[in-house]
């Protein structure tokens, strides 16, 4: 029997792993002094210090847990810490967060990002999903309200604009844009977000810089953002939207941060180029499909992660010899082109522009000596749009646990003087408690500075009142 040996071509790679990793945690901490001024100039003193206890936090829990991990498993921690780099994971998590996340909620998540993410998997290089994005989706799922109160409490664009089903009319498009000083702040960073995701000039720079070093594979950030871009003008251009639709999509929320420092993760990319190429281009598909589709303002963290479920099966799709398959392999990555374009057609299609009226509830409330820990001023508003105004009275749309509740609010000189649930589409039985004279009543003659405590057992139906009322009186003023 003769056995013959065709080894593959290869080629010396001068960086090595420990390199890159540095060089990712230099870039991922330029980002976080950034983010660091960027709350200090919007936020002021208070968002700054929680900005850096933040990452101290993530840091600590991070590092710990491999710690403990090493002493329980009788390893050498110095050598494991450094073959396992838990820090950039630390870091990510702190970055993928507003300032006001709770630092309990920061910690537990980041335990959980390196436990049940990283280690349970076999440690560094051998994990399913992105460790950073396991932590986030903890946090956005598990601690959605685990927040400080001394912070801050504005609308999100992303948040703002996902309240009018992502389409707005071209009026309201130019009302909102301008609430949060248009494209150019969105470009410069300067609004309501993530630590690490607003400041989108320094990441497209940071993100060459790194590219450029190979330490990420610049074809990843590139096939996704542009795949993020067309989607959403292909759905804009069928609903009336300008080019500034497609550009907001990319400049906001997390699409730039998520494509240089998320979905270039080598460990749960798929290995081969073309591979990539699909892997980025389903990641943009499913970011534009739950922003426009599903009930989450955001759609980059949950496209990563179903996108690595998925790597198995691109990896099987584009496997064989690259250069003999190369006909096979460009067929592959057109068909999924040509799906990302069908399917984006067809989201376009069943939509429609909002026709409530835009109203400017970006209001940065943060807390001083007038206002209480639990003051309606307090309360996050990104949930609410106001459907109308009318001398003083607001119709207002305010999600709920089931669906959205409306209500008719008026305001006179800074305070209530009328409140009315008029439609209420929570659960039957248990969340109407927000309907009674009992509940409602609490309102009348109330400010930013009044606190109401919600219903019992009907937690999430109570909140959509008090934002509702929040955004009422924070227009009104």
Known sequence: MKFTFKPSPNYRN???????????????????????????????????LHCIFALLVCLIATVGTEIIWCVVLKKDVVEHLFSSYPWVTGIIIALTVRPNVSYFALAVASVMAIYF??????????????????GRAIIAISFGSAVVADVVSGATPTSTISSYGWLMNGANASAFLNDFGGLTNMALGLYQGAIGETCSVLLIVVGIVLAWRKVIDWKVPTIYVSTVFVLSLLVGLMNGQGLWYPLFSVLTGGVLFGAVFMLTDPVTNPTSSSGRVIFAMGAGLLTVLIRVKASLPEGVLFSILLMNMLTPAIEKWCDGNQIKNIKKLQRNVVITAIICLVVGAIAGFSMKASDANYVNVNTKIIVDASYGENALANVDTSNVKVISEENGTFTLASKGFD??????????????????????????????????????????????????????????????????ASAALASGN
């Open 14 to 48: 001068e960086q090595s792993t420990s390199s890159i990793m540095m060089e990712l945690t230099i870039g991922l901490l330029v980002i976080f002094a950034a983010g660091c001024l960027i709350n200090l100039k919007i936020n002021g003193t208070t968002a700054l």
């Open 403 to 468: 669906g959205e509740n409306e209500f008719k609010i008026t305001v006179e000189n800074g305070a209530i003087t009328s409140f009315e649930v008029t439609a209420f589409n929570d659960t039957p039985g248990i969340g109407d408690a927000i309907t009674q004279e009992s509940f409602t009543s609490k309102f009348n003659g109330a400010t930013l500075g009044s606190e109401i405590d919600v219903c019992a057992g009907a937690t999430y139906s109570s909140n959509s009142a008090l934002a509702a």
């Open 117 to 134: 993410g990283k280690l349970v998997f076999g440690g560094f290089g051998q994990n399913i999903f992105n460790p950073a994005g396991v």
